[in-house]
Each structure stands twice: as structure tokens, then as C-alpha cells.
């Protein structure tokens, strides 16, 4: 069995409460030891040894929320293209959303996804399930048989819900199969023709906006629903103080609530906009400085469990349109991390705190045996050098599609080396 040392480097597992200097043994797939009481130790005979110079050994990345092409849209991205993406990103494992073509609404699609991904896939890919058929907000799937196939939550995607019967009915039946729903929260009437968040700038700029209230009903329909059946409940990604405050009193009533935040939301704001330029046009809408700041602020106290990606990769002829006709989606799997180390060096975030909401926290709320790096754990680790400067370029993206928010952004913190069951599927500059 083939063993593996890093050594010497910052162990960061937030798991197991761990922050200290130390070493990660890896047999085979598995880690046997990692922390402060493995550094020193030795290594078995033939060992592969590692020095990591003071870089941070952290658990691999689990991004919650990961939109990819294939099948039907392999233009944009295919599970290989968005698996090395991911992998450079030190993101090893990922949830897929259902929006595909065909959709994933039969188990027959998520046995594909999953036979796909382990034939051409380097990270572990973990599809979820579409409550309605097609999308549409009707029938609802077979949740049962789905979840069989493999499906680790129930979501609609891109789209909201938005028949209260349809949404109770699949909250009751996610709670008796103790299945998570997923929801993204936009009333699509009061979203209608928007294109940025509503607000002094959107008049200024010409640009029809929603406003926040267009997340903030549907969302606390569904708080109130999730505590009518009892069910758990993750809204998908929130973007405004509003939001944040209704998520923050149903989790005070008890409520099996969880909420996530896309790394755009808590990186940008609305003046990034200002330009025209359609890699910002997102949905939802990038809001102001405050609401920006309070979603920071939901992070640390709690509020907010998660930082995803929301890796949406668009094409040419749907992103190089008039702002207004763009449609709205941004990449991110090789940027989130680097994105959310911002917050920890702006001193927003501690260090722990940053890794969790990208490790143990999503791995936790999907259900998923990863995320840390106890012993007997499968051996996936992003190593990080803490402050490594580097600029964002597009030539350098391994995503099939380029729309980027942090085209020609400089960053402080990369990740030097991804391990997906003890094995190396990335190393900078190799």
C-alpha cells in the first residue's frame, strides 16, 4: 500500500478543532494521522514525503452548489473540464444541480451522471435531484428511487418553486426519506425584467432592478412551510441583510434551516456593475456594500452555514449581449477559495471559520463522509500557501466557458496541490 507524508506544514481541520503546525499520513486512500502529534513521527518505509513549508493542510474543498453542462450543454462544460477546474481550486468534492438537458428528474440521469464522473471525473462528483419534473414546478419527482440512485439533495435549481401546495408536499416527503430541499428563493414576478439589484445605481445606469423583497417573500414562505412539515431546509444562496435576519430568527425558533452564500455575493457588490459588463450580471443581483457586509457578518455569527461557488458556466453567445439581455451566471470553482481568503486577510473571517463554511460544513449538511481529515477519512486535502500572490487570467482557466467576476483580479492565497483519495490531481505548475 502506497503511503504519502506532508510534513511540516499548518494542519487546519475544523472538524476536530485543529490549528497547529504538524504532518498528514496518507495509506493508500485513507489518512491514518493528521496534527501537531504527527510531525516528527517518521514515515513508513518508501513513503512519498512531502515538505510543506508552513502552507496550510486543509481538508479538500466541498462546493455545495455546481452547475455543469454535461449532458446536453457540454458547450459550456463537461464533468472532466469542470473536475480539473474544481481540482485546481482544491475542490474535491462537488454537488451538481439537476439543470441539465435532459434534466435529472429520472434515476436513470443520475446513475448516468455518477458513471460519467467515475470514468472521466478527477474529483468526487455528487449529483442532486430535481424536485419537478422538468423544472416545471408541477409533478413531483419520485424522491425515493432518486434517492436510491445516488441524488443527495432535492432542488428546482435555478428555478424557484413556486406552488406553496407543491413545495409542501415535497418538504413532507423530503422529511420522511430525511432528504434535504434546496431552494433558490426569487419571486419571478417581482424579479420580472430585473437585471440588477433595485436602487439608486440601477436608475442612474438605465437598468430595471429587483428588488430585495423579490428573495425575501419566497424565502420566508418556505421558513414557513419548512416549519409547518418539519423538513430541513437550505436556502440555496441569500444575498441581502433581509434575508439573513429571517433565516437567523427561524434557526432561533428551532427550525431545521440552513442557508448558503455564493463567494460573488460576499467578494462584489453592485458597483461592480457599473461597467456593463455581463460577467456581473448574476441572479440574484449583486446588492450594496451593506448588504455585502452583512452577509460577511452572517458567516461568522453562524447565520449563514455555507460558501458556495455557484459555478454557472455561459457561453459566448449568451454573455457578450447587452447587459440587460445577458444571461445572468458566473464560473467559480478555481476562484472560490481565493475569493474567500479575502475575508480572512481583511480580517472579516478567521481562518478556521473560512475553511469550515467550504469543508466540513457542506460536507455535513449533504450528508457527505468528507470534509475532514480524521483518521480513517478518505484522503482528500487542498494544500494553500496562505499568501501566494497571483492574478486571475482567463487563458489559465481549465473551465470550458470564461465568465469569470475575477477576470484580472489579483488574489493573496492559492492552492498548491489537491489529493483525491491519496492521490495528487493537481500541483501548480506541473
Known sequence: MSALLLT????????????????????GDNIV???????NQGAPEGAEIVECRGHII???????????????????????????AAAAGGVTSLVMMPDTSPVMDEPSLVEYVLRTARATSRVRIHPSAAITR???GQEMTEFGLLREAGAVAFTDGRNTLDNPVVMRRAMSYARDFDSLIVSETQDRALAAGGVMNEGKLATLMGLPGIPREAELIPLQRDLALAGLTGARYHAAKISCMMSADAVRRAKDNGQK????????????????????RTFYRL?????????RHAMANAIADGTIDIVVSSHDPQDVDTKRLPFAEAAPGAIGLETLLAALLRRVHDGTLTLMRAIEVVTSAPASLFGLPYGTLKPGAKADIAVIDLDAPWEVSDKD??????????ENAKMSGRVVRTIVSGKTVFELNK
Not at 481541520?13 to 496518507?26: F, K, Q, T, Y
Open 8 to 27: 511540516r506544514g499548518r494542519v487546519v481541520d475544523p472538524s476536530r478543532g485543529i490549528d497547529a503546525m504538524g504532518a498528514v499520513l496518507i495509506e
Open 33 to 39: 494521522a493528521a496534527g501537531p502529534d504527527v510531525l
Open 58 to 84: 486543509a481538508p479538500g474543498l466541498v462546493d455545495g452548489r455546481v452547475f455543469i453542462g454535461e449532458p446536453g450543454y457540454e458547450y459550456r462544460e463537461t464533468i472532466r473540464s469542470a473536475s480539473e
Open 134 to 136: 422538468g423544472l416545471r
Open 257 to 276: 434551516v440552513t442557508a448558503g452564500v455564493s463567494i460573488n455575493h460576499l467578494s462584489l457588490n453592485e458597483n461592480d456593475v457599473q461597467g456593463y
Open 283 to 291: 441572479s440574484p443581483p449583486l446588492r450594496d456594500e451593506l448588504d
Open 397 to 406: 482557466l481549465r473551465s470550458h466557458s470564461r465568465n469569470s467576476c475575477f
